[in-house]
């Protein structure tokens, strides 16, 4: 145990002798796990917010249209051809996007204000929620929305050129903290609708079926369906990201090769006199192993920094939907067994050719 | 200098497996920031409008996607009498953006007329649609589905087949076109049309007539006016936040050629203080001695750039063809244009330099006699 001791700590000696190698290596560590950080952020945050599907819950539309966003227009007929099947539960609910550019966009979902709190979960930062009762005009803001908005309980937020009085800031974990929540009533005439509604949401008791549809025009899907398939045209993007941290990986991982294979044959001698006099084979393992540690640690280190940097620098928003990256534990801890890999694989080659070394012959080579 | 890049090359292949390792290690960055680079041009041109459209288009004011738009008939006749001598003609198109076999596309629904000869429409294959539930499709639809001409797909619960391929002089937009009454039998004509067009005579000018038609209140009261073109320009704010995310980690992915060959030469120059003495002793000066280590690090990094450029290439390519991506019915099509090449071997050679310089400028710092030992 005390020869690995030993290597693990002469392996990280001599690399603070070759600062700079070391800490251009660990830039290079930074790198690789920075932007695969960060991919595993974004595609943390999206799988959080916008692939939550409702197993319980089913969502009436107009037929291939992503309602739950935008996008859905059906009459109130619809709703008492619903109630009229026997469905125990049917609520109506508006969604849409206003605002005079995509980038400038508020997400609006006017609610049933009897039967809302049956169908969302969602917790109060300040003020109340809305209620049967509250005056017209009246909102109830999602915590990002408010962010972006810079909008307060007992403020006012514009939609479409009204004003209404915000209540409440309220936080879900989901896209719908971009939205800003009026009364169904309010969004119909916000919007000139008349009694129109984008989608009714209903139980899945077994009356209809995902994937339905009613008379050709109103189709049947799972809650969550509209905002999966919104955000899933980014999958790809992700995925060309994710090949490019893949390569990173590699670079690094083969500069890594590189640096400690050399930096090991620097110490060839030393290593054969450790040899001589009784280090087991595999405590020259040690000495590689502590040096990658170190850089990686270093690596990491800035790593982080770097992701935090670029994460709070750079966001990613459109049609009012905040993709919003979530480093949370699993993100961090799947970054830090990726670098984990990229380390390993970056020691493979010089620890075979060191557990291979011609004793003799180095002892010679000088 | 001939003899400069003779000794460069020999002591490259001298030391071939390391060479290999540092070539193989930059392609490898240079893959990744080919492929980020193609990405950022890709959501550069998204969208974008080939060729300038002279028509005009009325849109619901307060709609954000035209598919939320709903206006009366008796707008484009306004529109018509507003400016009778600049306006040649004017007709209303339905618009919707619809989730169809999990591609989220176009369908546009004008009449047989216009299609044909007011929408710069261009036939390359088949017919326009003649009988009931028939469509056109547009190239772009093609870049992103594997649909041809008999395809049939359902639309809003009817299914409709490909008559032919159509593509557009102006977006490369994936979207299916149907006659006007073929798309009020699907969605109705109960909140109207989406989109009027206007069409311009030669002579007019569309700013000019887009302003005198948004001040009119028979107008302005419910819709805007926008050239056709800025259909486009309202896409293309889609992605402005991906671009610089992806510009971003493109420069950050440059970074490591710089620390991978700082990291490079420094290992030559710690292994090789004695060789580095002895051109010292020779005559050579701290300028000759960078310029051979750039001109090593030159070879690497073309070396690197050739093969990481062939392996983009060819991803790009096997992307394009199997795994088309689109955003909100417009193909995001990614390439490696001549520019790009250019700029990303530039930037590559230039952060290569950068790395040599680092490395150089600590060595004449460095005592000579420190390298004898």
């Known amino acids: 145990m005390s020869f690995h001791l030993t290597t693990f700590v002469l392996g990280l000696h001599d690399l603070r002798s070759r600062f700079r190698q070391a800490l251009a290596m660990a830039v290079g560590i930074a790198i690789a796990l920075s932007i695969f950080a960060i991919l595993q952020s974004y595609r943390n945050g999206l799988a959080a917010e916008f692939n939550q599907l409702q197993p319980n819950l089913l969502v009436v539309q107009a037929n291939q249209s992503f309602g739950e966003i935008y996008g859905s227009r059906i009459s109130s007929e619809v709703g008492k051809q619903l109630s009229g099947m026997g469905i125990g539960m049917v609520v109506p609910e508006i969604d849409d996007a206003t605002g005079t550019s995509v980038s400038k966009a508020i997400l609006v979902r006017g609610i049933d204000l009897k039967q809302y709190t049956r169908i969302e979960t969602f917790s109060m930062v300040s003020g109340s929620s809305l209620h049967p009762g509250v005056p017209v005009r009246t909102a109830m803001v999602g915590s990002r929305l408010a962010s972006s908005q810079n909008v307060e309980t007992g403020g006012q937020i514009m939609l479409r050129g009204r004003t209404f009085q915000v209540v409440g800031i309220f936080h879900s974990g989901t896209y719908t903290d971009n939205q800003a929540w009026i009364s169904l009533a309010d969004a119909q005439a916000l919007l000139d609708w008349g009694q129109d509604v984008s989608v009714y949401i209903i139980p899945d008791e077994g009356i209809l079926h995902e994937g339905q549809s009613l008379s050709g025009q109103i189709s049947v899907t799972r809650r969550g369906e509209g905002a999966r398939i919104t955000v899933y045209q980014y999958q790809p993007v992700l995925n060309i990201m994710g090949v490019v941290a893949f390569a990173m990986g590699i670079a690094i991982a083969l500069t890594l090769t590189n640096s400690l294979w050399r930096l090991a044959w620097q110490r060839r001698r030393e290593m054969a006199i450790l040899r001589t006099i009784g280090f087991p084979a595999l405590s020259l393992v040690t000495y590689l192993l502590g040096q990658a540690i170190g850089v990686t640690v270093l690596g990491t280190l800035l790593g982080g920094i770097f992701t935090l940097g670029i994460l709070s620098a750079v966001h990613v928003a459109a049609f009012g939907l905040t993709i919003n990256p979530s480093l949370d534990a699993n993100a961090i801890l799947t970054s830090l067994g990726w670098i984990g890999l990229v380390m390993i694989a970056g020691i493979a080659l010089p620890a075979w050719w060191l557990s291979h070394l011609n004793l003799a012959k180095q002892l010679h080579s000088d | ?373």
Do not use: C
């Open chain 2, 1 to 373: 200098m001939r003899a400069l890049g003779y000794f460069t090359l020999r002591d490259l292949f001298h030391d071939g497996w390391r060479s290999l390792l540092t070539v193989i290690s930059l392609a490898v960055v240079v893959v990744s920031f080919l492929l980020l680079a193609a990405l950022s041009q890709a959501y550069l041109s998204f969208g974008n409008q080939t060729q300038a459209s002279t028509n005009l288009m009325i849109i619901d004011a307060n709609a954000l996607d035209p598919m939320e738009s709903y206006l009366p008939e008796s707008i484009l006749q306004a529109a018509a009498q507003i400016a009778p001598t600049q306006i040649l003609a004017t007709f209303p198109s339905l618009f919707r953006h619809l989730d169809i076999q999990g591609h989220i596309l176009q369908i546009r629904a004008v009449p047989l007329d216009d299609m044909q000869n007011r929408l710069s429409l261009t036939l390359l294959q088949g017919s326009w649609p003649a009988g009931a539930q028939q469509m056109v499709v547009t190239d772009g639809l093609i870049q992103v589905t594997s649909w041809k001409i008999g395809t049939i797909a359902n639309i809003y619960g009817k299914d409709f087949q490909v008559t032919g391929i159509v593509r557009s002089s102006g977006s490369q937009f994936a979207s299916v076109w149907m006659t006007y009454a073929e798309g009020l039998s699907l969605f109705g004509s109960a909140n109207g049309f989406q989109i009027g067009y206007v069409q311009l005579t030669p002579s007019a000018d569309p700013d000019k007539v887009r302003a005198i038609l948004q001040s009119d209140p028979r107008i302005n009261a419910h819709a805007a006016v926008y050239l056709e073109t800025s259909l486009a320009d309202r896409y293309n704010q889609v992605n402005q936040n991906l671009l610089n995310l992806s510009l971003v980690q493109a420069v950050i992915s440059l970074l490591a050629i710089t620390f991978g060959t700082y990291n490079a030469i420094r290992l030559s120059l710690t292994e090789r203080g004695h060789e580095i003495l002895l051109l010292h002793i020779l005559g050579f000066t701290q300028a000759k001695l960078r310029l051979f280590l750039f001109t090593r690090s030159l070879f690497l990094t073309l070396a690197a750039y050739l093969v990481g450029w062939g392996i983009a290439w060819a991803f790009i390519t096997y992307q394009g063809l199997h795994a088309p991506i689109s955003i909100q019915a417009a193909p995001l099509i990614l390439s490696l244009p001549a520019s790009s090449s250019l700029l990303g071997l530039l930037l590559s050679i230039s952060f290569a330099f950068l790395g040599v310089w680092l490395t150089t400028g600590s060595l004449s710092r460095r005592d000579l006699s420190a390298l004898q030992d």
